[in-house]
């Protein structure tokens, strides 16, 4: 099988062993994104902590609630509670022990907000909506965010490292080695993307960054075509993975825009994953992964090493599937 051919199975990649499979399962065509679910709404999100993102973001929209508010919604889930370390207070913090986030959320109407290297917040992506909603800027960072976020009650104050994060970081101090891995909690970013019932799309990401980057660093999911990407007339995409590489190369942006030139969603993935190494194989510690909703419902995900996991979640359930390598 090529490459080529591994991507373009991947929606009809394996359920995970050990996960609930729901009461009523999807359908081959529905997994396999074949099927268009025309007015049915669809929840994807990044590893295995989209499952219980995806199932709040779920509910937000059975409640009635736009793709916006799930989007939103659902990934405060993860900020609130993050056992890999990856999202929200609870992250790994940086080099001088000082946990920083980063988050961003764009609707199809082609507004985002977005926030980078804020502390003391403990919803970096309710802060970044209300950079979308009651400012007129798209990206607010540092000292400005946290100043915003205290006039919006956002603020949550300093808080020291818990003793967990405290271990770990000066474990860390004693090597200071810094290599981020594939598939570790280094990089476990939450990106969500969805359709409600009107077809109105949405994506979110949040994230701690990377453990152990150096103070003032920002990845790519704060960032507008790199780590996340909507278009009204296509559909929408997020990236997981190392910033660094997805930054430099707007994949999230790439793959919304193969989808408009009409390509399908696992095309898209293909094409956008590509790209990353067209100029050569990365590095093997270097992973990104990717997940494409086109606006009809149909999807995809992929990654550049197999490991990458994600959450599907319809009417009938949330169910959790390992994408497919590419690289
Ligand atoms: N993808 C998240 C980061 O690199 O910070």
Redesign the pocket.
């Known amino acids: 099988m090529t490459r080529r051919d591994s991507v373009r199975l991947v929606a009809g990649s394996t359920l995970l062993a050990g996960c609930t499979i729901p009461h009523h399962a999807p359908t081959a065509a529905e997994l396999s994104g074949a099927m268009p679910m025309i007015d049915a709404p669809i929840v994807l999100a990044t590893w295995n902590h989209g499952k219980p993102a995806t199932e709040r973001a779920l509910a937000e929209l059975a409640a009635g609630h736009s793709a916006l508010d799930a989007a939103e919604r659902g990934v405060m889930v993860v900020e609130s509670e993050c056992p890999d370390r990856s999202v929200g207070l609870q992250g790994w913090p940086d080099r001088d022990g000082i946990v920083t986030l980063?988050a961003a959320i764009m609707d199809d109407t082609g507004r985002s907000g977005a926030v980078a290297c804020v502390r003391g917040v403990a919803h970096p992506i309710a802060l970044a909506r209300r950079v979308m909603d009651r400012t007129p800027h798209a990206l607010l960072v540092g000292p400005g965010a946290e100043a915003f976020a205290r006039s919006e009650g956002l603020h949550t104050g300093a808080r020291p490292l818990d003793p967990e994060q405290e271990r770990a970081w000066r474990e860390w101090l004693r090597e200071r080695q810094y290599s981020p891995r594939a598939n570790s909690e280094n990089?476990d970013?939450i990106g969500m993307v969805v359709r409600d019932a009107k077809g109105r799309m949405a994506a979110s990401c949040t994230?701690s960054?990377?453990a152990w980057k150096m103070h003032g660093r920002v990845?790519?999911?704060p960032l507008v075509g790199a780590?996340l990407y909507v278009d009204p007339k296509a559909g929408a995409a997020v990236?997981?993975?190392?910033?660094?590489v997805?930054m430099r190369k707007l994949t999230s942006c790439i793959a919304v825009e193969r989808l408009r030139s009409g390509a399908s969603p696992a095309e898209a993935c293909r094409d956008a994953l590509h790209r990353l190494v067209e100029a050569g194989p990365l590095a093997a510690n270097v992973q990104v992964g990717l997940i494409v909703l086109a606006k009809d419902g149909t999807h995809a995900a992929g990654a550049l090493q197999p490991g990458f996991t994600y959450a599907l979640g319809t009417a009938a359930g949330v169910t959790l599937h390992e994408a497919p390598a590419v690289a």
């Open positions: 980063d990089h970013t994230t960054g990377l990845g790519d999911s780590g990236c997981t993975g190392l910033g660094e997805v």
